[in-house]
């Protein structure tokens, strides 16, 4: 396991195979970032730990644990950005990998101009650094979240300050990119965001522009990431109490004077 500057935006590459692992560290060299390469699961765990990466890659067919338990246990220990690589590219397998905690799933081979179109995309996004180290500096501030204050809907709220998700006063966990999801439709209130105008959310590029074309895949990625997001609200698409669905547009929050229990939108 290599080391890194206290300093550094670092990225963890956790990758049996060599020549994937040496296209991602190139990737992530010339995108800024000092990497350290980890070949299995557990080491990989263990320089999340260490080193509070801004970005984690995870092959999902890993010797001894797969990627979806190592991406359920980086989650318990960490906010980091993960993108899963695999090989296996139907949809059950890419809603598999958002629920084990994935913000984004790239199918391989890899292509070096995406990867680095996905990365430059996690630094735009508007959403929390890394924590620094235990006993280490602040490291600055962090990036501010996609609401500014405390949002609440009924009995849910959310403080992007704390980075905190509460439910009838208990914490919810969320993976970042489902905070981030959440904090859009807070913002937006009833007003109806699409699948494509979350898509370009998650990726930072709210203001339009050469990069703001949305594919099937980016809102099929979307589509999982509400799923799980409903999951963990307690919520469902039949019987809303926060997110309702608007057939063939998109999403909104429900009425704040809907009752529990209110018409079915999806």
């Known amino acids: 396991m290599s080391t890194v500057s206290e300093s550094a935006r670092v990225a963890v590459i956790i990758e049996d195979d060599v020549d994937v692992q040496t296209l991602l560290d190139e990737v992530f060299r010339a995108a800024g970032f000092e990497t350290v390469l980890a070949g299995s699961a557990p080491e990989g765990i263990a320089a999340v730990v260490a080193h509070h990466p801004v970005i984690t890659t995870l092959d999902v067919n890993l010797p001894g644990m797969d990627g979806f338990e190592a991406a359920r246990r980086i989650r318990e220990v ?6 899963m690589l695999s090989a296996l590219s139907e949809e059950p397998d890419v809603v598999l990998g958002l629920s084990a905690g994935a913000d984004d799933y790239l199918v ?4 070096p101009r995406e990867l680095r179109a996905r990365i430059e995309a996690v630094m735009r996004r508007p959403r929390f ?7 280490s500096p602040s490291g600055g501030a962090p990036m501010p979240s996609p609401a500014a204050g405390l949002q609440t809907h ?6 992007p300050d704390t980075h905190t998700v509460l439910v009838g006063g208990g914490e919810v966990e969320l993976t970042p990119t489902e905070f981030d999801l959440l904090a859009t439709l807070l913002d937006s209130g009833r007003r ?10 998650l990726r930072g590029d709210t203001a339009g522009g050469a990069s703001d074309y949305v594919g099937e895949p980016d809102r099929r990625t979307v589509e999982a990431h509400m799923t799980n997001l409903r999951r963990k609200l307690g919520d469902t ?17 429900t009425s704040a004077d809907l009752p529990t229990g209110g018409v079915p939108k999806a």
Not at 78 to 83: A, G, H, P, Q, W
Not at 129 to 135: R, V
Not at 154 to 159: A, G, I, M
Not at 194 to 201: D, F, G, I, R, Y
């Open 78 to 83: 960490s906010t980091t950005f993960i993108i």
């Open 154 to 159: 009924r009995d849910l709220s959310l403080d």
């Open 108 to 111: 391989k081979p890899v292509r």
């Open 192 to 201: 109806v965001r699409s699948k494509s105008e979350l898509a370009l959310v």
């Open 237 to 253: 698409p039949a019987d809303p109490r926060f997110i309702e669905t608007v057939r063939g547009v998109g999403y909104r929050l």
């Open 129 to 135: 650094e890394a924590p620094p180290a235990p006993g």
